[in-house]
């Protein structure tokens, strides 16, 4: 059974840069074509898609958040990670790692972690 | 990129049938049959009821449907039952290689 585990700082400071990553057990993250996502929603809010990224390197990113964000895959440690600079209070959110139910595809999550909090503050 | 657009609530005593609505563009929904349905209960993570438009994951009830025309998506529940009640998001793949959710529409079981 495929899970996924994010990790990381549950509060990061204004101006600075936002690092989580997503733990991939029961399954090999490069082992097929399936992409790999981050998520968030900030409290009270809908879902806002990050980016994505297959194994070989290949990534895709929202328009509003690209110029801040990097998502990066290390296949040995089978974990693929977000990081997200300049965060602000907007940028607090629940972050989940996930991943489609088919593969070649960045859309139809089905396998998702149980997220993580991180809240923007001093 | 824009969100999709879902009502912000629809409700249904136990029994009925509802449908959800939601509406893009030619660059996203009706562009694609990359469209997926998610429940989301409070406190929980999003579960993945509906993929490429209609395509039901296993362990899906088949109370649960998607179609397409056009722009817009439709989720429908049938049967509606207590523990359909939870907010419900709509994604489309988009003509720019990103993803886009839509703004969430929250079922009530009346």
New interface residues.
């Given amino acids: 059974q495929l899970l996924l585990q994010e990790s990381g700082p549950g509060l990061v400071k204004p101006s600075e840069t936002l690092s989580l990553t997503c733990t991939v057990s029961g399954g090999s993250i490069s082992s097929s074509s399936y992409s790999w996502g981050w998520i968030r929603q900030p409290p009270g809010k809908g879902l806002e898609w990050i980016g994505s990224i297959y194994y070989s390197g290949s990534t895709y990113y929202n328009p509003s958040l690209k110029s801040r964000v990097s998502i990066s895959v290390d296949t040995s440690k089978n974990q693929f990670s977000l990081k997200l600079s300049s965060v602000t209070a907007a940028d607090t959110a629940v972050y989940y790692c996930a991943r489609p139910a088919t593969t070649g595809v960045i859309d139809g999550f089905t396998t998702w972690g149980q997220g993580t909090m991180v809240t923007v503050s001093s | 990129?824009s969100?999709l657009t879902q009502p912000a609530s629809v409700s249904g005593s136990p029994g009925q049938s509802i449908t959800i609505s939601c509406t893009g563009t030619s660059s996203d929904v009706g562009g694609y049959n990359?469209?997926?349905w998610?429940q989301?209960h409070p406190g929980k993570?999003?579960?993945?009821m509906i993929?490429?438009v209609s395509?039901r994951?296993s362990g899906v009830s088949n109370r649960f449907s998607g179609s397409k025309s056009g722009n817009m998506a439709s989720l429908t529940i049938s049967g509606l039952q207590a523990e359909d009640e939870a907010d419900y998001?709509c994604?489309?793949?988009t003509s720019?290689?990103?993803?886009?959710?839509?703004?969430?529409t929250k079922v009530t079981v009346l």
């Fill in positions: 990129q969100a990359y469209v997926s998610y989301q993570a999003p579960k993945l993929y490429e395509n994951p998001y994604s489309s793949y720019s290689n990103t993803q886009v959710f839509g703004s969430g």
